[in-house]
């Protein structure tokens, strides 16, 4: 299985950016993909997940009411809108693919190779 993310980029304060993730073979029914991401200095956190044939999210609670994550079954991608973006959202995000909706990185066996997003204020 391989992981592209793309769609990272430089946004103010307040700005829309989606982030996409294209996935090499078709991800089993039961599969789940996830958001992470890394600020410079921090650990790596969890930021949303979704299950692969079913609606079932799971969101971190500083993405909730700003973050969407969707998957196209038919384009084999994963997306992550992110609406009305903060300075504390500047991070490299990572798409990742695991078998249980779970926030835990430990859950998710392969990774994608991060795409940087920077929200200036």
């Known amino acids: 299985v391989q992981l592209q993310a793309f769609g990272g980029g430089l946004v103010q304060a307040g700005d829309s950016l989606r982030l996409s993730c294209a996935i090499s073979?078709?991800?089993?029914?039961?599969?789940?993909m996830g958001w992470f991401r890394q600020a410079p200095g921090k650990e790596r956190e969890f930021v949303a997940a979704?299950?692969?044939?079913?609606?079932?999210?799971n969101y971190a609670d500083s993405a909730k009411g700003r973050f969407t994550i969707s998957r196209d079954r038919a384009e084999n991608t994963v997306s992550l809108q992110m609406n009305s973006l903060k300075p504390e959202d500047t991070a490299v995000y990572y798409c990742a693919k695991g078998s249980v909706l779970t926030s835990l990185a430990y859950d998710y066996h392969y990774w994608g190779q991060g795409t940087l997003v920077t929200v200036s204020s």
């Open positions: 073979g078709r991800p089993y029914s039961s599969a789940v």
């Open positions: 979704i299950r692969w044939s079913r609606d079932s999210t």
